[in-house]
């Protein structure tokens, strides 16, 4: 797509800068990269999937552990096929595509602008597009043993299709009474014509998902709710006004069984972009499902014996567009007063990858160095470094987050006491050995 004006992106660098961070720093990096990559799917490694379970983890704190009406779930990503078409994605769920008769790629029809030029035409450098038509971006697999009795499935295209298929049982099991939600985090894919800006847009993707089962007289102050929130865990992150605002869904733009709807979205270097949707979905999915199923998903109220098919107000935050908002977010890069500069990722200590390093000043403080790692390693992810100079050291972990790095110098043996490092503000405290966890704790707790 055609970046938008630099007065609508606040960025001094280039999304190539970022791109290039992550896979230098093994953050994010395509999947089968010896083979030269596949189009759309990408591998998080060690420092991105410490990233990536972070923000999950502080999902489910916030929306499920801390909640007594979320019960979460995990549900397998191959549903029965009848679910699809109850939900409509067997006959709805599809983009519109063309394909160029020259050099045969394929692209969206209503983003032809990203298209570019032809490479296969001479004397014209114009694609050669065949009529739009539609294309469904599920992903078909098949079951059985025998490819002849073989039954067609589909990778699940959305987590949310799952709950409520378990809704009754989970409600029955967890003695829960609407309203009440139910969470999981989980992959989904889609066949997407045309993967791009980086992990923005993938065939394969997670999603955090949470569906609540309301009373119909209810549904908009639950949806008030959840979209405040929604913006407050992403205020949690980090982001500020300048780069996260809701975006309402006009009458126009709701899905026909919709009757509230709102996106939450990050300014990317590419432009603002969902990265959260808030929905309210009426009662379409426990109908359809109860329809399909010829099971009925309908809650009587025990105090009232009023029977009725709850609504559901949906929240569903793309994992991977989150985490590359916090790596956007995060990402700078700075002159320092004598002229070096060093490139750093400002991201909150709850999400950072690495929470604290471990550096000895000399190889020879290595024993009681390790000694504290070790006992530091035990509560939170660290890392233990003791190659190079101690400058050196402090870039290699600015860079990837990393909020304090803890130094044992010669004076450590007479004193007792280490330096700590703040990643942002470069300064540095001096304190005892023995405080250095409940101090790294309390400020990873705070994120201060």
Request: charged share 30%; aromatic share 10%.
């Amino acid at each position: 797509m055609n970046p938008p004006p630099a007065s609508e992106t606040p960025y001094p660098w280039r999304m190539e800068d970022l791109v290039s961070l992550c896979a230098r720093r093994g953050i994010v990096f395509p999947s089968s990269e010896i083979y030269g990559g596949i189009n759309g799917f990408w591998d998080y490694g060690p420092l991105g999937v410490e990233l990536k379970n972070n923000l999950k983890a502080l999902w489910w704190q916030r929306v499920v552990r801390e909640r007594d009406d979320v019960e979460g779930i995990d549900t397998a990503i191959i549903c029965h096929p009848r679910t699809w078409e109850a939900s409509g994605h067997v006959e709805h769920f599809s983009d519109p595509m063309v394909d160029c008769r020259a050099c045969k790629k394929r692209f969206r029809a209503d983003q032809l602008e990203d298209a570019g030029k032809c490479s296969a035409r001479e004397g014209s450098s114009e694609h050669d597009f065949t009529p739009a038509r539609h294309f469904n971006l599920m992903l078909r697999t098949s079951i059985g043993a025998s490819e002849d009795a073989a039954a067609t499935a589909y990778l699940r295209a959305e987590t949310c299709q799952a709950i409520f298929n378990d809704m009754k049982r989970v409600r029955e099991t967890s003695r829960q009474k609407v309203p009440f939600g139910i969470a999981q985090i989980g992959k989904a894919f889609r066949n997407e014509i045309n993967p791009r800006n980086f992990t923005f847009r993938s065939r394969e993707f997670e999603q955090a998902e949470l569906e609540f089962f309301v009373h119909p007289s209810e549904r908009e102050k639950w949806f008030e709710h959840w979209l405040d929130e929604r913006v407050a865990f992403h205020r949690e992150l980090g982001f500020g006004d300048d780069r996260l605002r809701v975006r309402p869904h006009q009458p126009t733009e709701l899905a026909h069984y919709a009757k509230a709807a709102a996106d939450i979205e990050f300014l990317f270097p590419f432009g603002w972009q969902e990265i959260e949707g808030v929905h309210d979905r009426g009662d379409w999915d426990l109908r359809r499902h109860s329809e399909y199923s010829s099971k009925d998903l309908a809650y009587t109220d025990e105090e009232t014996k009023e029977r009725y098919l709850p609504m559901v107000i949906e929240t569903s935050v793309g994992v991977d567009r989150t985490c590359l908002a916090l790596l956007a977010n995060g990402y700078a890069e700075e002159t320092l007063a004598e002229g070096d500069v060093r490139t750093v990722l400002r991201l909150p200590p709850a999400i950072a990858p690495i929470k604290a390093a471990v550096l000895p000043l000399s190889k020879k403080l290595a024993e009681p160095a390790h000694r504290l790692e070790r006992e530091l390693r035990r509560h939170f992810n660290t890392f233990y470094d003791e190659s190079g100079n101690i400058g050196r050291r402090y870039r290699r972990q600015d860079e990837v987050g990393t909020p304090f790095c803890v130094t044992i110098d010669f004076e450590s043996e007479t004193d007792g006491k280490v330096t700590i490092r703040h990643r942002d503000a470069m300064s540095q405290d001096r304190i005892s050995i023995d405080s250095v966890l409940p101090w790294l704790r309390e400020r990873l707790e705070t994120g201060k």
